[in-house]
């Protein structure tokens, strides 16, 4: 039996990043005999083992044969017969099927090492467009790594792969995974580019206009730190202004099944963005209805996101620090509209209920002119 690192660790390792996982490859092993030394079975297609102490994934060394469309068609074979080297050609790129022995010794059957150095992504082995997860994958690397470029051979098999319809086969969890991983990263415009550039992304996104603006909102927004609903509000919130726009934008988060924490704030983003845009002009009333759409008062935290991917969208291509003052200017109303006590208003209805939300609604306009300073425009 003889345990490899592999992968990723091994990849950042000789970039000099941290490296957060390991990922073993067991050669000359059986499933009986890794259960025999208290490793704990977790694979549902092909024998993948926790370590008993560190909880890190040892897999047993595998073929895999293509048997279906899709990133799920594959027949997996392990025996103690495979080879490494058999382990690292069905990896996906060059600098992740790179192994590193329980000594030190690399092995580097397929050049990764030169690759790192060259900043480059390049296939293995044909086997690359039999998984259309991997140019996800690509994509995704590309924005985390943004200085690496793809080799123009796996542009062209990536833009093969698309033309052949492997990308329609992907399952909209999937896509949506490794999109909002992407998104995530450093770079993420990286990953659009990558997308565009072999075709993919019209096929997996069509709705998105990732023109150079939303490109450099989506890169502002990383750069801020943002979260993931934020970063994914800024990049639709530049769809354009209007009801068409918010269609696009619904239709595009049901294709992907996209999580109604991110696509409730995307849909808010492109409905409010010239509301929240032009909110230094706007009377207390139409500040407390632009709350109340949004429903502020009930999610603040919610509100206060709206206003970051308004921020980042307002501030792209400046520098991180960039001034934004409607942002200030509608918290400091929705404090003071929420500082309310709609429960005393209510008592002091209890003859008239039905004047309650009329009411509160009042009061809250006050507040919020108070507050800023507004002229009250039925003086």
Known sequence: M???????????????????????VVVGATPEQMVQQGFRPVGKDFPVFLHPKTQEEYALARTERKTAPG????????????????????????????????????????????????????????????????ILRVARFAARYRDFTVAPETNALMRHMVEQGEADALVAERVWQEVSRG???AAPSRMFDVL?????????????????????????????????PVRFAALLQGQGDGGGDIKAVEQLCKRLKVPAECRDLAVMAVRERGAVAGALALDAGAIVK??????????????????????????????????????????KALSAARAVNAGEIAQSCADTPQRIPERVHQARVAAVRAALGLPDLKA
């Open 2 to 24: 003889q345990i490899y690192v592999v992968g990723g660790a091994v990849r950042d390792e000789l970039l000099g990043l941290p490296v957060q996982d390991h990922d073993h």
């Open 71 to 134: 990133y799920k068609g594959f027949v997996f074979h392990t025996s103690p017969d495979v080879t490494l080297e058999q382990d690292l050609i069905r990896r996906d790129l060059t600098v992740n099927a790179i192994a590193k022995a329980e000594d030190g010794t690399l092995i580097d059957p397929f050049n990764g090492r030169a690759d790192i150095a060259r900043r480059v992504f390049r296939h293995v082995s044909d086997a690359f467009a039999e998984d259309p997860v991997r």
């Open 183 to 185: 998104l995530m990263e």
């Open 196 to 228: 565009r550039e072999c075709g993919a992304l019209e096929r997996i996104m069509p709705e998105l206009d990732a023109g150079q603006q939303a490109m450099q909102v989506i890169d502002h927004a990383a750069l801020l730190g943002l979260d993931l």
């Open 290 to 331: 632009l709350l109340e759409r949004c429903d502020g008062f009930r999610k603040p935290a919610r509100f206060s996101q709206l206003l970051q991917a308004s921020q980042a969208g307002a501030c792209a291509g400046g520098s991180q620090d960039c001034s934004y003052p409607q942002r200030d200017y509608l918290e």
